[in-house]
């Protein structure tokens, strides 16, 4: 069975940092990429960023870019999203999805972890 379990999230003030991790169990993981997304309340769900089985050439939303840096460490089956610089507007839940090779789209996805960060 396929799990990805985020974790890190928290209560900081603006200016601040977090570090997500999300755990990946039950799948060949160094065949996937995996993708951290956030929806906050009455908005819709925002891809954030995404990391290839390789770890080359992440991809970045314009919002975190500069920001935000996703990592993964394929030996301990974790991906990682390092959070600096922290806004207000960065307040949302923060869920890890992944995606199997040759296919379109995420299709597993983790509870995810909130994030409030407070101005």
């Known amino acids: 069975e396929v799990q990805l379990v985020e974790s890190g999230g928290g209560l900081v003030q603006a200016g601040g940092s977090l570090r997500l991790s999300c755990a990946a169990s039950?799948?060949?993981?160094?065949?996937?990429?995996i993708a951290w997304f956030r929806q906050a309340p009455g908005k819709e769900r925002e891809g954030v960023s995404c990391?290839?089985?390789?770890?080359?050439?992440?991809y970045y939303g314009d919002s975190v870019k500069g920001r935000f840096t996703i990592s993964r460490d394929n030996a301990k089956r974790m991906v990682y999203l390092q959070m600096n610089n922290l806004k207000p507007e960065d307040t949302a839940g923060y869920f890890c999805?992944?995606?199997?090779?040759?296919?379109?789209?995420?299709?597993?996805w983790g509870r995810g972890t909130q994030v409030t960060v407070s101005s």
């Open positions: 990391i290839g089985d390789s770890g080359v050439n992440p």
């Open positions: 039950g799948f060949r993981f160094t065949d996937y990429a």
């Open positions: 999805a992944g995606q199997r090779p040759g296919v379109t789209g995420y299709d597993s």
